[in-house]
């Protein structure tokens, strides 16, 4: 069984690595009004990790079902990249 967290931020990361590179440091404000600090992230899979994780850590999922979902994830972004034509 695959959770969407773990394979929509899998998928996501791996376009967004493809398309700006694995070195692409940047922080999520979103939770600012929450008072949570900004959290900093060197890559975009660095930061689908810590999100597929999450689940983990909460309880929610267990790391079988996350890793597959990475996996998934990923495989969904390279066939996704495959299909995507851009002009260069």
């Known amino acids: ?3 969407g967290h773990s394979v929509i931020t ?3 990361a791996t376009i967004l690595t493809e398309y700006i590179g694995d070195n692409y440091t940047f922080s999520d404000s979103t939770e600012m ?4 600090k900004p959290r900093t992230y ?3 899979m660095a930061a689908s990790n810590e999100a597929a994780l999450s689940r983990m ?6 790391r079988p079902a996350i890793e597959n979902g990475q996996t998934q994830g990923k495989a969904v972004g390279k066939y996704i990249i495959s299909k995507i034509k851009t002009k260069n």
């Open 1 to 3: 069984m695959y959770f």
């Open 10 to 12: 899998g998928s996501a």
């Open 33 to 36: 009004y929450l008072n949570f």
């Open 42 to 44: 060197k890559s975009f």
């Open 57 to 62: 850590y909460g309880g929610i999922h267990f």
